[in-house]
């Protein structure tokens, strides 16, 4: 089975998950850059140090893609970022690569 990227990507739904990086800021960052993520976190900024996760789903069935060590102002930021887009395709190939092994498991139990 082949999957069209193009019709699978207008009729899956993409979300953005973020969640607190496990790493600290201090491992990756110094000096402006450090002191502007504490202050952003500090001030509640979820999107100042964050990983991110791209999920594209259809008829239930997600694919993903991940961002660690990430650092925003906020999610519109990260949106108009070259990240995004790249993320959304790599969890769209994600999603038809596991739409064709259900397909490939299907074709071993139909009649």
């Keep these: 089975m082949t999957i069209d990227i193009q019709k699978l990507a207008a009729s899956a739904t993409i979300t ?3 969640r607190p990086e496990d790493e ?3 491992a990756q960052l110094e000096g402006d850059a ?3 993520v504490e202050n952003q976190l500090d001030n509640g900024n979820p999107w100042a140090w964050c990983d991110v996760e791209i999920r594209a789903e259809y008829i239930g069935i997600q694919g993903h893609a991940y961002l ?5 102002e906020s999610e519109d930021a990260f949106k108009a970022g070259g990240y995004f887009e790249q993320l959304c395709t790599e969890a769209l190939d994600d999603l038809a690569t596991r739409l064709g092994e259900i397909d490939a498991a299907l ?3 139909r009649s």
């Excluded at 660690?68 to 925003?72: K, Q």
């Design 16 to 18: 953005i998950h973020i």
């Design 24 to 26: 600290s800021p201090n």
């Design 34 to 36: 450090l002191r502007w």
């Design 68 to 72: 660690g060590a990430c650092a925003y």
């Design 107 to 109: 074709s071993e139990v």
